[in-house]
């Protein structure tokens, strides 16, 4: 399976196969499991997981990679050959909630977990690997530099935890970035629960469009000054010293006054 790496599909093979052992140890997979992998390539964590006998559905956009996968897996495994951004995860429910895991390319990786998260399908969990700043963002608290919309968003439907760094020689090509392994469980309760996730988008956009704004001055188009200070927000703050459940009551007071 030694087709070129095509760069506009972020095609960055896994060979070093320490680093592939860790990350099947770190996903675990039995027999019980339904695996999905986004992008398998040319199989570096599909050989294993096959192998411990769980269901398994690739999804894979190269058509090239999708044959040679075809060729290698005729029967036991399901291959989608398609855009996972096009993918209607709702044809995967099934019992127990399906495992996701992928090297994923790191052009698509914030759309996709918008997409996954917003599905509505009940996921066991996802194991990714990410950019590595890409990581830090996710697991950012209030009050630090990578804190934001994908902070906020992926700890809202998930318990982020970051496993491990993955350095750009355990890949060909080699990325010019360093990567990490991040587990992500879905939360089976979400306290305070988002009444309107489009508003809470709009919201943290136009928050995080002026992050050296002061609270007031960035979110002034959503909400007034008396609106933010009957909340008890603090006017003064910036968007990112405030935390998820803050911007949370802040979208369901602009949903409730729209109706
Ligand atoms: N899992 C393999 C590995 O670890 O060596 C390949 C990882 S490579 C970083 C990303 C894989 O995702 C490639 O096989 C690429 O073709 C595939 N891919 C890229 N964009 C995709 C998309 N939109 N939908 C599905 N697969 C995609």
Redesign the pocket.
Known sequence: MNTRA?KR??????TDPGIIDQIITAINPGPDDHIL??????????EQLSRSGCRLTL????RD?VASLQHKYPQDVTIHS????KFDFTLLASSPPIRVV????YN?STPLLFRLFASGTTFRDFTF?LQLEVVKRIVAEPSTSGYGRLSIMSQYFCDPEMLFEVPPTA?TPAPKVNSAIIRLTPRMTRNPTVKNLDVLEHLLITAFSKRRKTVRNAMSSCLSQEELLFLNIDTKARPENLTPAEFIHCANFISTREG
């Open positions: 095509r599909f972020g095609q960055n093979f896994l992998e986004i992008g398998p390539g040319r199989g570096a964590l599909t999804i894979e956009i190269d990679l398609q855009d996972v951004l992928g090297n994923l390319p698509i690997m890949f």
